[in-house]
């Protein structure tokens, strides 16, 4: 049976990315470029997501005494088969994602949405759910871009969707340690400005910072984009709770340091709602920075980029480098400059004149007291002009942080002018980056190529390692008929190639299901019989998140 919708639109987008206020049509320079660059010369034409009156949806399969039940732990407003918020909460924000929104298929919605108060309505709710055989789906802010929060019901009879934006509170801080407590669902903004009046800042700033929570940054080992400044989240929680079907379970320690055995807390690190419910995290904070300092230069090569930034991170004082550190490759600084206007048309003159006729084009950010982040960003030059690079000055920087957080907006943009795009990211050692890069580009263009089609990848480094770097792909190309199947086929390519440079398979996005499948190569088949008996021990019926992270006993590398 399936039901259609007379509820008005919700606030936020049920076919995109947030809040719809915040969206912005394409630039005539944008539609020319890609008219140009994909040969689209229908780009200028709309296609709009099915009118939501039309989305397909199920009926719910959950028994009304489970719904009282369930009304009884949480409240009776706080349970909702309402058809929009079933909608919401249909998946998560992959192009997929939002690919079968738009064409109206909502069929694998949650029969039920429940908003949870705090830890024990949680854990009451998973009992009920062991009890009756119902699978459970976490949700935060519900950005997973890998079918992290697919409400997939496995073998159960029905599935509901957790949402924990209910708890939203900063518990604690501590300012002589330095540190933070908050309930897991408070989004990205509210946790700076719960910690602005304190004088601290978590500096945990991803693409999605305005939609994601804290829990969604500790179940997918986020990382920020000044995360090479502040610390991936990873190395920034001291001490989660995760209410599971076998009881709560406290993870991690307040002490400074501690050998009492393995770390426990990296059970709940990356564990993507699998195990339990992260219902709280303690935090490590700093002081907020007084000043910000930008900088910009170019490279004629993406390689001498990079090397440029390795450079930086060995050669240069620990504390000197940029909070944020981000190296476009050729593809993507031409992009960058094709649609920056008169200004950075000059610029491209300039540059050529210097001998940089394709550049690589680097963008920094110090952060912290005034006079320090500039002395810092000075000694940071000198390494950066040594390695080839030409200094830009701050405006790119600046033009780049206005605009940090508006890409999932051009993506839904970009869907209605029937173009494909979508992400995927990894990290390798220095020694392997640029075959890593090479291969992974060459197989994405390749798949996108297969029929004929022109297609454009561009690529950045966004996290710079010790050891090594990040490495970011955007493609682009025109939208298939079906477009399911073109992402299927471009995703599994970049995979293949990425398993087979050696590099991991996700650096900051999650394993989800997109990656469940390569998993095996990464951690080895007893490295997932590992993950498999933690499961088995705090989650023995096997309700939570079904699909997610660990790959089925028969799958294979493909």
Same mark, same amino acid.
């Given at each position: 049976?399936?039901?259609?919708? /007379?509820?008005?639109?919700?606030?936020?987008?049920? =076919?995109?990315?947030?809040?719809?206020?915040?969206?912005?049509?394409?630039?005539?320079?944008?539609?020319?470029?890609?008219?140009?660059?994909?040969?689209?010369?229908?780009?200028?034409?709309?296609?709009?997501?099915?009118?939501?009156?039309? +989305?397909?949806?199920?009926?719910?399969?959950?028994?009304?005494?489970?719904?009282?039940?369930?009304?009884?732990?949480?409240?009776?407003?706080?349970?909702? /088969?309402?058809?929009?918020?079933?909608?919401?909460?249909?998946?998560?924000?992959?192009?997929?994602?939002?690919?079968?929104?738009?064409?109206?298929?909502?069929?694998?919605?949650?029969?039920?949405?429940?908003?949870?108060?705090?830890?024990?309505?949680? $854990?009451?709710?998973?009992?009920?759910?062991?009890?009756?055989?119902?699978?459970?789906?976490?949700?935060?802010?519900?950005?997973? +871009?890998?079918?992290?929060?697919?409400?997939?019901?496995?073998?159960?009879?029905?599935?509901?969707?957790?949402?924990?934006?209910?708890?939203?509170?900063?518990?604690?801080?501590?300012?002589?340690?330095?540190?933070?407590?908050?309930?897991?669902?408070?989004?990205?903004?509210?946790?700076?400005?719960?910690?602005? @009046?304190?004088?601290?800042?978590?500096?945990?700033?991803?693409?999605?910072?305005? #939609?994601?929570?804290?829990?969604?940054?500790?179940?997918?080992?986020?990382?920020?984009?000044?995360?090479?400044?502040?610390?991936?989240?990873?190395?920034?929680?001291?001490?989660?709770?995760?209410? /599971?079907?076998?009881?709560?379970?406290?993870?991690?320690?307040?002490?400074?340091?501690?050998?009492?055995?393995?770390?426990?807390?990296?059970?709940?690190?990356?564990?993507?709602?699998?195990?339990?419910?992260?219902?709280?995290?303690?935090?490590?904070?700093?002081?907020?920075?007084?000043?910000?300092?930008?900088?910009?230069?170019?490279?004629?090569?993406?390689?001498?980029?990079?090397?440029?930034?390795?450079?930086?991170?060995?050669?240069?004082?620990?504390?000197?480098?940029?909070?944020?550190?981000?190296?476009?490759?050729?593809?993507?600084?031409?992009?960058?400059?094709?649609?920056?206007?008169?200004?950075?048309?000059?610029?491209?003159?300039?540059?050529?004149?210097?001998?940089?006729?394709? @550049?690589?084009?680097?963008?920094?950010?110090?952060?912290?007291?005034?006079?320090?982040?500039?002395?810092?960003?000075?000694?940071?030059?000198?390494?950066?002009?040594?390695? $080839?690079?030409?200094?830009?000055?701050?405006?790119? $920087?600046?033009?780049?942080? *206005?605009?940090?957080?508006?890409?999932?907006?051009?993506?839904?943009?970009?869907? /209605?002018? $029937?173009? =494909?795009?979508?992400?995927?990211?990894?990290?390798?050692?220095?020694?392997?980056?640029?075959?890593?890069?090479?291969?992974?580009?060459?197989?994405?263009?390749?798949?996108?190529?297969?029929?004929?089609?022109?297609?454009?990848?561009?690529?950045?480094?966004?996290?710079?390692?010790?050891?090594?770097?990040?490495? =970011?792909?955007?493609?682009?190309?025109?939208?298939?008929?079906?477009?399911?199947?073109?992402?299927?086929?471009?995703?599994?390519?970049?995979?293949?190639?990425?398993?087979?440079?050696?590099?991991?398979?996700? *650096?900051? *996005?999650?394993?989800?299901?997109?990656?469940? @499948?390569?998993?095996?190569? #990464?951690?080895?088949?007893?490295?997932?019989?590992?993950?498999?008996?933690?499961?088995?021990?705090?989650? @023995?019926?096997?309700?939570?998140?079904?699909?997610?992270?660990?790959?089925?006993?028969?799958?294979?590398?493909?």
């Amino acid at each position: 049976m399936v039901t259609h919708l /007379t509820e008005e639109i919700p606030r936020s987008v049920w =076919y995109g990315w947030g809040d719809p206020y915040r969206a912005r049509p394409l630039s005539a320079s944008a539609l020319e470029f890609l008219r140009r660059t994909l040969g689209l010369a229908g780009v200028e034409a709309i296609h709009p997501p099915t009118a939501l009156a039309d +989305v397909r949806l199920s009926a719910p399969a959950l028994d009304d005494s489970v719904l009282a039940e369930l009304r009884d732990i949480v409240g009776p407003g706080h349970v909702s /088969t309402d058809a929009a918020e079933r909608i919401l909460h249909a998946g998560g924000k992959s192009t997929p994602d939002l690919l079968r929104r738009r064409s109206g298929d909502a069929l694998g919605a949650p029969d039920a949405v429940v908003y949870p108060g705090g830890s024990e309505e949680v $854990g009451a709710v998973l009992a009920l759910c062991v009890k009756r055989k119902v699978a459970v789906v976490p949700f935060g802010g519900g950005t997973s +871009v890998v079918g992290g929060v697919e409400p997939l019901r496995g073998q159960f009879s029905g599935t509901l969707t957790l949402d924990l934006r209910r708890l939203d509170r900063l518990l604690h801080v501590d300012p002589a340690s330095r540190t933070a407590t908050f309930e897991a669902g408070i989004r990205g903004p509210a946790i700076e400005a719960a910690l602005a @009046p304190h004088g601290f800042t978590l500096g945990h700033f991803p693409q999605s910072h305005q #939609e994601a929570t804290l829990g969604g940054y500790v179940a997918t080992r986020s990382a920020g984009q000044a995360s090479t400044g502040y610390g991936r989240l990873d190395q920034l929680v001291k001490a989660a709770h995760l209410e /599971t079907p076998a009881g709560p379970f406290d993870a991690g320690s307040l002490a400074p340091g501690s050998a009492a055995g393995p770390k426990l807390l990296d059970v709940v690190l990356g564990s993507e709602g699998t195990l339990g419910v992260i219902t709280q995290a303690t935090v490590k904070v700093v002081p907020a920075p007084q000043a910000k300092v930008y900088g910009a230069w170019t490279f004629p090569t993406f390689e001498a980029g990079a090397e440029a930034l390795r450079k930086l991170r060995h050669n240069g004082a620990r504390g000197d480098m940029p909070h944020v550190c981000r190296l476009s490759d050729t593809d993507e600084t031409a992009s960058t400059f094709r649609l920056g206007g008169a200004k950075t048309g000059a610029l491209s003159h300039y540059l050529a004149v210097r001998g940089q006729k394709t @550049p690589a084009l680097a963008l920094f950010v110090w952060e912290g007291d005034a006079g320090q982040a500039r002395a810092r960003k000075r000694r940071s030059a000198r390494i950066l002009r040594q390695a $080839g690079g030409i200094a830009l000055g701050p405006l790119p $920087g600046k033009s780049w942080e *206005h605009g940090r957080f508006s890409g999932p907006y051009l993506r839904d943009e970009l869907l /209605t002018r $029937g173009v =494909y795009v979508e992400t995927l990211e990894t990290a390798a050692t220095w020694g392997r980056l640029e075959d890593t890069y090479r291969s992974v580009r060459g197989a994405i263009l390749s798949a996108l190529q297969a029929k004929g089609a022109a297609a454009y990848v561009q690529t950045h480094i966004s996290h710079v390692y010790s050891d090594g770097a990040s490495l =970011y792909f955007t493609f682009l190309a025109g939208l298939e008929e079906d477009g399911l199947a073109q992402n299927a086929r471009v995703k599994a390519a970049a995979s293949n190639a990425i398993v087979a440079a050696g590099a991991t398979i996700t *650096h900051h *996005h999650a394993v989800g299901l997109d990656h469940a @499948p390569y998993l095996r190569a #990464e951690i080895g088949d007893l490295g997932v019989q590992v993950l498999r008996s933690i499961k088995d021990t705090l989650d @023995p019926e096997g309700i939570m998140n079904p699909g997610k992270l660990i790959p089925s006993p028969s799958s294979g590398t493909p």
